[in-house]
């Protein structure tokens, strides 16, 4: 009720039903500046990544602009892993150990050692951003060099420039978001991702194919745990290091009976977990973005559903690879007749009207239900209205939701 007008910056067919999509370069932080002063606007959200860390918000506020996001430097939290790893280790929050290579030479040599010494794999990941496809979970010397080589020879630009070798984790991820204005943290709903790119976890990384909330596994006794071992650590060293952090904080979680270590830090909203969790959220979201904005999120108490919900994501063949663009998209309106919800990704309209996929990752179907195994049911019946040239999606999500 408190919007009464949205602009979105690209934006994509989808978004179009409900906000004035309006084209400028989400890199230019003045471009975006003087949009928002032209039209008033009371608020700015930002969603991805690269805006964030490129200090859109710190060029909105020196304009007095109000926004929803962390400083580039508290953004270094998912821009940089070195930060990210550093910041863990200073402020005790639990994480794996990780060593740090900007030598391709002493990475390889590093590899043959921890795999020498029996370790069951090791995780290579690229300092910089790479779109959640620049980690490497290696079984086998000869996957974690690949992924070593990969790294310096330029596969990720800039972001492959310093190489993290990290102990592997045993156990099972779960995705915590929270809101934070600095003072107060407020977790929401539980969720899980599922990264892999195929039924059964095989395959590649991918910016994640599916997502669930609540995640079972994040029973209450756990939750407790890491709002004591995460979150408040968090807290404090955002507040220890000077940080201005109005925004959203994503920690992606291994749990492994009541021990947890944190894989990673997230500044924004994630993809598709949002899908699954904010579907559930019955309090207004705009009042709670307002309350963090101005540094009043203890006002605030966050109502949810019992019932979960599913989001199913629907891709282009070949992603994370090479895909092809500009199929039509067929069934949209129809997968959306029982309620389901289809959030689009990457889609467009192509010169005659019609909406396509130009993207990877295309559509996040998502739909409730009074039980996971409803929910499931639901969002797959919505995907199954749905079909493009070259489209697909996992036919496996929330299957560790069932097994719980």
């Given at each position: ?20 999509c309006v ?26 990544e690269?805006?964030?860390?490129n ?8 304009r007095g602009?109000?926004i ?5 430097e508290?953004?270094?939290l998912?821009?940089?892993k ?11 929050i ?22 020498g010494s ?10 910089g ?27 990720f ?8 070798i ?39 990384n991918?910016g994640g ?23 408040l ?7 220890a ?6 925004g959203?904080?994503y920690?992606?979680?291994m ?28 309090s ?11 540094g ?14 599913v989001c ?6 070949g ?13 949209l ?7 389901a ?6 889609t467009?309209?192509d010169?005659?009207?019609l ?34 040239e ?6 496996d ?8």
């Open positions: 009720p408190l919007a009464k007008k949205i602009f979105c910056v690209p934006g994509n067919a989808g978004i179009s039903k409900l906000a004035e084209k400028l370069d989400i890199s230019n932080n003045d471009e975006l500046a003087n949009f928002a002063e032209k039209i008033s606007a009371d608020v700015t959200i930002v969603g991805p690269i805006p964030l860390c200090g859109i918000v710190d060029a909105f506020k020196k602009l109000r929803f996001g962390p400083s580039m508290a953004a270094q998912e821009g940089s070195v930060f990210s790893k550093t910041f863990m280790k200073k402020y005790g639990p994480t794996a150990d990780a060593e740090f290579f900007s030598c391709q030479k002493e990475a390889e040599k590093y590899v043959r050692k921890k795999m029996g370790a069951r794999g090791v995780v290579v990941k690229v300092d951003l790479a779109a959640g496809k620049g980690v490497t979970v290696a079984f086998s010397e000869k996957t974690a060099i690949e992924a070593v080589k990969e790294s310096f020879g330029g596969a630009g800039d972001a492959g420039k310093t190489v993290l990290e102990d592997l984790l045993e156990g099972e991820e779960a995705s915590i978001l929270a809101l934070t204005d600095g003072k107060r943290i407020l977790p929401l709903a539980s969720s899980q991702d599922h990264k892999r790119v195929g039924d059964n976890d095989t395959g590649p991918t194919m599916g997502a669930y909330s609540p995640a079972p596994i994040v029973t209450a006794k756990i939750s407790e745990n890491i709002k004591e071992k995460v979150l650590p968090f807290l404090k060293g955002i507040n290091e000077n940080l201005d952090y109005h959203i904080i920690a992606g979680v749990i492994n009976g009541n021990d947890i270590k944190v894989l990673e830090f997230n500044v924004r909203f994630g993809d598709p977990e949002t899908q699954a969790i904010l579907f559930r959220l019955k207004d979201l705009l009042e709670a973005v307002n309350a963090v904005v101005d009043k999120l203890s006002e605030i108490n966050l109502e949810w559903t019992d019932n979960p919900a199913v994501v629907m891709a282009s063949k992603y994370p690879g090479s895909y092809s663009k500009g199929y039509p998209i067929n069934g309106d129809e997968a959306e007749k029982n309620g919800i289809v959030f689009h990704a990457g467009s309209f010169s005659a009207g909406i396509v996929n130009s993207g990877g990752r295309v559509l996040g179907v998502t739909a409730g239900g009074k039980t996971i195994a409803d929910a499931i049911k639901n969002a797959y019946n919505a995907v199954d209205k749905i079909y493009w070259n489209s697909f999606c996992r036919r999500i929330g299957h560790r939701a069932i097994k719980h």
